[in-house]
């Protein structure tokens, strides 16, 4: 199994571009994250996905749209890029179904490094 | 809101020498804790998890976390640290089993000198 996967690893945006990022999964895991790491902050969550054809807003959502047409794959969009959204993104994702006394845990990708000039 | 918040961004300690790092949470309800260790260039793995009984937990490497909720810490300890240890580590708290709303604190990178 390869887990979490994420496309591409490394990016590089002129302001006002757009692009998308892929996540793939393949434990058929029913949630789907997405955050972001920004030095001192640790991660924050910009939009997860409880199932196919369903995403939320997480804590930092402005600026991102997220597609989950499939439920292996989870996409986060940025329509027009933004210095600001300099990051490294990483991609999660978990089962649903909590067995008793356990908990879910988030399997990570290995990142994409984004830099909007 | 939950919040968590590591006092320490960065830690220098000897190889062969104990490690403590430190994770203080805010959170209403009873916590669901955990750590999160990140090499150089990886995504994250989960070291640790703690929802309820045994307040002392263990982990994957070597890695032990205490609960304490008078103090609302969940400190990271391993008692002679190696080479290897040298990354960054992230204490996490969830709002529920259901885990999708994890709130990261700021992160601890961890040197190891020789």
């Known amino acids: 199994n390869a887990g979490v996967t994420q496309t591409p690893k490394f990016r590089v945006l002129k302001t006002g571009q757009s692009m998308t990022l892929l996540c793939a999964q393949d434990?058929?895991?029913?949630?789907m994250y997405w955050y972001r790491q920004d030095p001192g902050m640790g991660l924050r969550l910009i939009h997860y996905?409880?199932?196919?054809?369903?995403?939320a807003k997480g804590e930092v959502p402005d600026g991102y749209n997220v597609s989950r047409l499939k439920k292996q794959n989870f996409l986060l969009g940025l329509e027009s890029a933004a210095p600001s959204q300099t990051s490294v993104y990483f991609c999660?994702?978990?089962?649903?179904?909590?067995?008793?006394?356990?908990?879910?845990?988030?399997?990570f990708g290995p990142g994409t490094r984004l830099t909007v000039l | 809101a939950q919040s968590v918040t590591q006092p320490d961004i960065h830690i220098t300690v000897s190889e062969g020498a104990s490690l403590e790092l430190r994770c203080n949470y805010s959170y209403g309800a009873t916590p669901y804790l955990f750590w999160y260790v990140q090499s150089p260039g990886q995504g994250l793995q989960l070291l640790l998890k703690y929802f309820s009984g045994d307040t002392l937990v263990q982990g994957i490497k070597g890695f032990e976390a205490e609960f304490k909720r008078s103090q609302s810490s969940f400190n990271l300890r391993k008692p002679s640290v190696h080479w290897s240890d040298a990354a960054e580590y992230f204490c996490a708290v969830a709002q529920g089993a259901a885990g999708n709303k994890l709130t990261f604190g700021g992160g601890t990178r961890v040197l190891v000198k020789p």
């Open positions: 999660a994702s978990s089962y649903s179904r909590v067995l008793a006394g356990d908990y879910n845990e988030q399997f």
């Open positions: 434990m058929n895991h029913e949630y």
């Open positions: 996905s409880v199932g196919e054809g369903t995403t």
